[in-house]
């Protein structure tokens, strides 16, 4: 079971769409679960052929559960037993503990050999996380088979979503140190080239404003990459990849975040491309578990509805998390002239284990001399 | 085309857009964001839209006047004029 975001440690398997016996690449959506954010296409990390599966169609299963048994190109006759300790890395009294108290296994660091995680690791991880929080009374079944459930009613899914997004938050302010800091970037180049670039392209074709945004972001990224990053364990992790998660609110209520890969090597039209079909599926609710595992920042926006400014909350385990307010029309100084000039008030949260208010304004310099340069982009 | 069939056909892509929206209740005197809870994304899906349906292209720079489904009839009817 992949992991499916800072606020889900678990989710239901809904159906299997590959069979035992079938060849796999990689890639390839051989599941769908069903979380309360979504019904995620979980998509395989290994190409071969399915041995066969290992959970039910209906069963509860925590992230980093074993779906199937997948053999690869070459390899042996693998047991059920080497291949889910090997893949996980996560000994089963640990998987087990670690469900338990409600800590994702990939967020924590292995102190066995060769990284495998321990029980005393999954309790540090917990106790790191809150120490006051008691143990328990029972344990949770690893696999608890269940009748299909029905599906759920907006108002059922909304509650459902907004006790995820409450966990996520409280974990996140309750962990990070968050610091925060406001710029705001003068818009005149970047919308009359977005104009202009508009009037030559067909209506399927046009970019929406907030895709310069997203690039200009994912660019600044290479300029101050330890943003672009997530806390696992006890340390941080740069990430090579630039995979930015993109806030999307959903009808009548709650939001997804789920990642545009590779961002800063999309083209504008390709990112807009990538934008427009991720904002369909998720309003779908139905969204990919390598765009739910994959963020490495998130860009949120609520300029939609003329909000000035937003202070993000960091989505755990990413350290950062860039906010943009609506485009408005200011009166600006600009070389010497007082003039009407579209400005966007700029937000950056990040984490203070990882980062510091000098390192972190930088990253706004870098996005706002992006952003004068949209042909660039 | 009528004004009516426009309408239908308006309605018809606000439909694919927000299907879960009961447009039966849409006011067509009022914005469509607010009553409908859409954004600029939803916009250019909607120009879109209506571009396949009604092979009518909407400039961005008419966006600022199309504000309600009055505005959108209005503004259709005048480039589909002699169609039917």
């Known amino acids: 079971m992949p992991t499916l975001g800072a606020d889900m440690s678990v989710g239901i398997l809904s159906s299997w769409l590959k069979k035992p016996g079938d060849t796999v690449q990689r890639g390839d959506i051989i599941a769908v679960v069903h979380t309360d954010k979504a019904d995620v296409e979980v998509e395989t ?204 609110a959903l009808r009548g209520g709650g939001l997804v975040a789920p990642a545009i890969r590779h961002t800063d090597e999309l083209s504008l039209d390709e990112l807009m491309h990538a934008f427009r079909d991720l904002v369909t599926r998720a309003r779908r609710y139905s969204l990919r578990s390598s765009e ?71 990253f706004l310099v870098a996005l706002d001399r992006l952003l004068q340069e949209p042909e660039e982009l | 085309m009528t004004d009516d069939q426009i309408r239908e056909g308006v309605l018809r892509v606000l439909a694919g857009i927000v299907p879960g929206a009961d447009l039966t209740a849409l006011r067509p005197d009022l914005g469509l964001r607010d009553q409908l809870d859409i954004d600029s994304m939803d916009y250019l899906n909607l120009a879109i839209g209506i571009h396949e349906e009604l092979q009518v292209d909407i400039p961005e720079s008419a966006y600022d006047q199309l504000e309600t489904l009055d505005d959108f009839v209005r503004y259709l009817a005048e480039r589909t004029s002699g169609s039917t």
């Open chain 1, 45 to 248: 990390f290994a190409s071969g052929v399915i041995e066969r599966m290992l959970v039910e169609p209906g069963s509860e299963v925590p992230v980093g559960t074993p779906l199937a048994v997948i053999r690869e190109s070459g390899e042996a006759e693998p047991t059920a037993a080497s291949e889910q300790e090997a893949r996980l890395m996560i000994s089963p009294s640990a998987r087990e503990l670690a469900h338990e108290l409600g800590v994702d296994p990939a967020e924590v660091r292995g102190s066995g050999p060769g990284g495998r995680i321990q029980r005393k690791d999954v309790e540090a991880a917990a106790a790191a996380r809150d120490p006051a929080r008691p143990p328990p009374s029972a344990p949770r079944p690893a696999v608890a088979p269940q009748a299909p459930a029905a599906a759920p009613s907006a108002d059922d899914r909304g509650a459902a979503m907004r006790r995820a997004i409450g966990a996520a938050m409280s974990r996140s302010k309750r962990e990070i140190p968050h610091f925060y800091l406001g710029h705001t970037i003068d818009l005149s180049r970047a919308m009359s080239w977005l104009t202009e670039s508009n009037v030559h392209r067909s209506v399927s074709e046009r970019l929406l404003h907030g895709v310069l945004l997203l690039k200009a972001v994912a660019l600044a990224l290479r300029v101050v990459p330890e943003l672009n990053a997530t806390w696992q364990g006890d340390e941080v992790v740069r990430h090579d990849d630039v995979n930015i998660g993109v806030a999307i």
């Open chain 1, 292 to 362: 739910i595992s994959a963020p490495t920042i998130t860009v949120t926006s609520l300029g939609e509805r003329t909000v000035d400014t937003v202070f993000g909350v960091i989505f755990p385990p990413q350290v950062a998390i860039v906010g943009f307010g609506a485009v408005v029309e200011r009166l600006w100084v600009s070389d010497g002239q007082v003039l009407p000039c579209p400005v966007v008030s700029v937000s950056l949260s990040a984490d203070h284990r990882v980062t510091d208010g000098h390192r972190a304004s930088a």
